[in-house]
């Protein structure tokens, strides 16, 4: 993992032709296909990261517990981190008086940023065609986002791909809901373009590379997911999101929103699906062409005190390591796995760890987690390169896969 150098961001400085703006800082190159699921090469301004690629969630500028070096050890190649969070605690202009967030926080790698909207919608936000207004979780006080907000705070934070401004919604919505959504996002999509060409152009960008997604809405109604599809399409964004998945509709439906909306993006941009991350949804997304996904989950469970076990015959789910029956096992987590915490350490010693409160025990689970994960994802694009994709999606479901579906584990019964 190289360390942040100021250098990178040279190439791009002081030059507005977007084309060449696109050629220089985010461009996919698809290496190999097999059948919709593609492997890829993503270039960024912090360098390539192969696709499908799995994005594990800095929150506040931090994989929660881990350094810089372990999460890349663990096989992540690009992170996410969390707008509203930053702009609310240290504030950006701290983070853009660091030098922006890679120096920050010390990862060379890329950096994805949300653009604050689901953090604020979740704090139960007055939404109106202007912005978003808002109650701080902080202290209280009455805030107000907008779309030309959201742009110029991602580019004090410097992120790699900053997302425009959306309106996501719950699931079940009513239709008009939803329509109303997707307008009021298609409008901010225009805004949160112009404010991002207007940065970059202007030369103050902490990074002159970064580039801004478009968000597909429309909940589950075909109509509007196509109209949303093809009215960013024209807005010609270097990527794209499908918003509003994973928020509690059934799998089934979800892969349904995704076999209709993915095929309308354009083949030569990335697609980023957004908070999702069990091998069950990763692998149905991919399946489709999804290329990046997100998800707080191996880390959030982790500290929790569950282990995710690698898809494989009689081992699929997850493994609960606060549970009694670990408490004499001396064995790894995995015996197949090379993370840090299978090779060093034994599920007594890390259940121990959990009861005594240690935070190493979090601390090894998380590694585990985000090391198994990033090795299902590339197994994956190991599978698509080979053109066996279709036998390893096969043999995921016939090994039992459907545990993840059901929400048990290995030792949850
Ligand atoms: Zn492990």
Redesign the pocket.
């Known amino acids: 993992m190289g360390h942040y150098e100021a250098g990178h961001y040279e190439a791009g400085r002081g030059r507005p032709d977007r084309g060449l703006f696109r050629r220089m800082s985010i461009a996919l190159e698809v290496v190999a296909t097999d059948g919709l699921a593609r492997a890829g090469l993503l270039r960024t301004p912090h360098g390539t990261v192969e696709t499908p690629a799995f994005m594990p969630v800095g929150t506040q500028g931090s994989v929660k517990g881990l350094t810089p070096d372990e999460v890349a050890g663990a096989g992540a190649r690009m992170i996410l981190a969390n707008t509203y969070h930053l702009s609310q605690r240290p504030g950006v202009a701290t983070v853009a008086a660091a030098g922006g967030l890679h120096a920050f926080m010390g990862w060379g790698g890329p950096i994805l940023t949300d653009s604050g909207g689901f953090q604020v919608f979740s704090l139960g936000a007055q939404v109106d065609e202007g912005g978003v207004s808002f109650t701080s979780h902080l202290d209280g006080s009455r805030l107000r986002l907008t779309p030309e907000d959201a742009m110029a705070i991602q580019a004090g934070l410097g992120s790699d791909i900053a997302m425009a401004l959306d309106q996501c919604t719950a699931y079940p919505i009513a239709y008009r809901d939803a329509e109303a959504a997707h307008r009021r996002t298609l409008a901010w999509a225009e805004r949160c373009r112009a404010a991002h060409a207007t940065a970059v152009s202007a030369g103050t960008a902490v990074n002159p590379g970064q580039v801004a997604f478009g968000i597909v809405q429309g909940s589950v109604y075909r109509d509007l997911r196509e109209a949303s599809a093809a009215a960013l399409v024209d807005l010609d964004f270097p990527g794209y999101a499908v918003g509003s998945l994973s928020v509690g509709e059934p799998a089934e439906l979800m892969a349904e929103v995704l076999d209709y909306t993915l095929p309308l993006l354009p083949e030569d941009r990335p697609r980023y699906l957004m908070g999702v991350g069990t091998p069950d949804y990763l692998l149905e997304a991919v399946a489709r062409g999804v290329d990046m996904a997100d998800c707080v989950l191996p880390t959030r469970v982790a500290r929790n005190g569950t282990a995710l076990l690698y898809p494989r015959a009689g081992g699929a789910g997850r493994l609960v390591l606060r549970n009694a029956v670990h408490a004499a096992d001396f064995t790894p ?2 015996p197949h ?1 090379r ?1 840090d ?2 090779r060093h350490f034994t599920r007594a010693y890390i259940h121990h760890l959990l009861k005594a409160h240690e935070m190493l025990g979090p601390r090894l689970l998380s590694l ?1 987690n985000l ?2 994960l990033h090795r299902f994802v590339a197994d994956m694009r190991g599978a698509i390169i080979a053109g066996e994709f279709a036998a390893f999606r096969a043999g995921f479901w016939q090994a039992g896969g459907g545990v993840w579906r059901r929400g048990g584990g290995a030792d949850e019964g």
């Open positions: 987590i995995d796995c993370c915490a299978c585990h090391h198994t």
